[in-house]
């Protein structure tokens, strides 16, 4: 029998491997991720995303009034930075409920003030469920 390869999930889930399947994965949704790479990813991408954003937001305090040009590109890379970490952390939140058998929509709970972060945390600290689960854990080959 051929080995079938996991795609959700790294090897060795840690800090530098679960980072990488966050950036290589940041604009999908329709796959899985495991609960180790989801949590360990998204410490590592915080801490990537405030390294930037503090580096970004020091430069555009640091700018004089009159360089108006410099100031504004430092202001939109702090922007494109924190854009792309709401993108990642939303859709791997999206790939986390897929691999506990549930829709993204789930993701619209947020709209319910606190409750809905309270249900979003304990939702991703779930373990994985395989049975009957609509989303692939397999990568086909060929």
């Not at 790479?37 to 555009?60: E, K, N, R, T």
């Not at 410099?70 to 792309?84: C, E, R």
């Not at 691999?99 to 945390?121: A, F, Q």
Request: proline share 3%; hydrophobic share 45%; charged share 15%.
């Amino acid at each position: 029998m051929e080995e079938k390869e996991i795609w959700n999930e790294s090897s060795r889930p840690n800090l530098i491997n679960s980072t990488k399947l966050y950036f290589q994965d940041m604009f999908v949704g329709a796959k899985r991720m495991s609960r180790a790479d989801y949590w360990w990813g998204f410490f590592g991408m915080s801490l990537i995303s405030v390294v930037l954003i503090s580096f970004f937001g020091w430069l555009v305090t640091i700018m004089p009034m009159n360089d108006f040009y410099w100031s504004s590109i430092w202001s939109i890379a702090l922007v494109m930075t924190f854009g792309y970490y709401i993108i990642s952390v939303w859709n791997a939140s999206i790939r986390r409920l897929h691999d506990r058998n549930m829709r993204g929509w789930w993701m619209l709970s947020y709209v319910l003030p606190g409750i809905g972060e309270i249900m979003m945390l304990v939702l991703m600290c779930l373990p994985q469920q395989n049975n009957n689960n609509g989303w692939d854990k397999y990568v086909q080959e060929g």
